[in-house]
């Protein structure tokens, strides 16, 4: 059993910003998972069937002498994404999900509040769309307020101050559980290489007025210029603008968007990823439901004292928003920017291949 990725493997991480470990997970625990999904009974996200895909398996070292110790989940994302034909339905962009290239593609950032998406062209000025939009959520018309929440159950903003517009973490895991080795299969697409993208597009938030994520410099929520005229703005388009070229695919409207890498695996993989990594899930048009579980993982150094359950993209908060009390001194909204702007900060076994494709990206 692997217990540690190889030199090159790690080289990989450096350079993509994901890596995948070939049978990461034994077949008894992948067929115990498969099992309990198809049951169907009781709460799947807190299964121990889930949990020990990470708790159980080669994954936990793997991570350990990669990243560092990290709370062992207590909860994951059951990834089950059914059969499904091109949607008329517009999707989080603001598009008919037919008219999305790359099997419907939406690469975003971990940590961003998601409200339903309308499914009538809005009408108004942008102000009314975005007042308007911010007041569909769970908890109804707060205005513009750190205590909105998505039907993601992220909160609009992480602290009082409203600086910072994206929950974080350290790293993704996405176990599979059935066949995705052939594209289309609804598996999850990376943007390959666009970690270090996002993190100087952070660094630059930071030193412009120490605003990070939606909300700040150059990352505004929404885009009025999409069919419904609400779409979210998942990705800032300073960061898009570096992975497309003249073969990037097209919506109708003629926009050209980023060409993710659809990650091929087959059951027992794991795919580990830095938090920064743009992805998104795609649609299924394969013969079976895709089954992946997805866990994020933080570095216990950045918050000792704070269980992250293995499910929340937002844990400087409760899972539903709530307020976490912090010690004095305790500033976790700084921690986490620091987090976000240094991103290998917290991958403790990663310093000397860090070190050396910092200094082979200098050369070049």
């Known amino acids: ?28 625990l992948v067929a115990a998972a498969k099992q309990r999904i198809e049951g169907g009974e009781g709460l799947l996200s807190k299964a121990t069937e889930m949990t ?15 990243m560092g110790y990290f709370d062992p989940p207590i909860a994951a994302q059951v990834g089950v994404r059914p059969v499904g034909k091109p949607g008329d339905h517009f999707n ?39 007042r308007r939009y911010i007041a569909t959520g769970p908890k109804g018309d707060l205005g513009r307020s750190p205590d909105v929440i998505g039907h993601n159950m992220v909160p609009m903003f ?22 995705q080795s052939v594209e289309g299969r609804g598996q999850t697409a990376l943007l390959r290489g666009a970690h270090h993208a996002v993190e100087r597009f952070f660094r630059w938030q930071r030193d412009t007025n120490n605003h990070l994520g939606v909300e700040g410099p150059g990352w505004p929520r929404l885009d009025h210029d999409v069919p419904n005229r ?15 070229d003249d073969d990037s695919e097209c919506t109708p409207d003629g926009r050209r968007w980023p060409r993710p890498t659809q990650i091929l695996m087959e059951p027992g993989d794991a795919c580990i990823t830095v938090y920064q990594i743009p992805h998104s899930g795609t649609r299924n048009e394969g013969v079976e439901p895709r089954q992946s579980i997805i866990f994020r993982l933080r570095n216990k150094k950045r918050q000792p004292n704070v269980l992250v359950n293995g499910i929340t993209d937002h844990p400087d908060r ?3 928003g709530e307020w976490l009390d912090f010690e004095k ?14 991103m290998w900060h917290e991958w403790d076994g990663m310093g000397d291949v860090v070190a050396e494709g910092e200094r082979e990206r200098v050369a070049v």
């Open 92 to 130: 989080n962009l603001g598009y008919r999900e037919r008219d999305m290239p790359y099997h419907a593609a939406e690469p975003h950032v971990d940590g961003s509040m998601t409200i339903r998406i309308p499914q009538e062209v809005q009408e108004g000025s942008p102000d009314e769309i975005y």
């Open 329 to 342: 001194g305790n500033d976790p909204w700084q921690r986490s920017k620091y987090a976000m702007c240094n």
């Open 318 to 320: 409760g899972q539903r």
């Open 230 to 244: 609400c779409g979210l703005i998942y990705l800032p388009q300073a960061v898009q603008d570096q992975f497309i």
């Open 158 to 179: 992480e602290d009082p101050g409203m600086t910072l517009g994206l929950g974080s973490f350290t790293a993704f895991v996405f176990v599979c559980l059935n066949d």
């Open 1 to 28: 059993m692997q217990e540690s990725l190889t030199l090159e493997q790690k080289r990989t991480l450096f350079r993509d910003g994901y890596v995948v470990v070939r049978n990461a997970v034994p077949e008894h």
């Open 52 to 66: 020990d895909l990470v708790n159980k398996s080669s994954v936990t070292p793997i991570v350990h002498q990669a």
